[in-house]
């Protein structure tokens, strides 16, 4: 079962990370992607 805060968190995380260096994280998302 998928841990719903584990997964809000790790999701507000990337969109600041996103934020902070949007062009940088691009890669990082489509690998998030695949998983």
Not at 6 to 16: I, Y
Request: charged share 30%; aromatic share 6%.
């Amino acid at each position: 079962m998928l841990n719903l805060r584990e997964h809000s968190d790790r999701v507000r995380a990337g969109l600041k990370r996103l934020l902070e260096s949007p062009t940088h994280e691009l890669g990082r998302w489509g690998r998030l992607a695949v998983y």
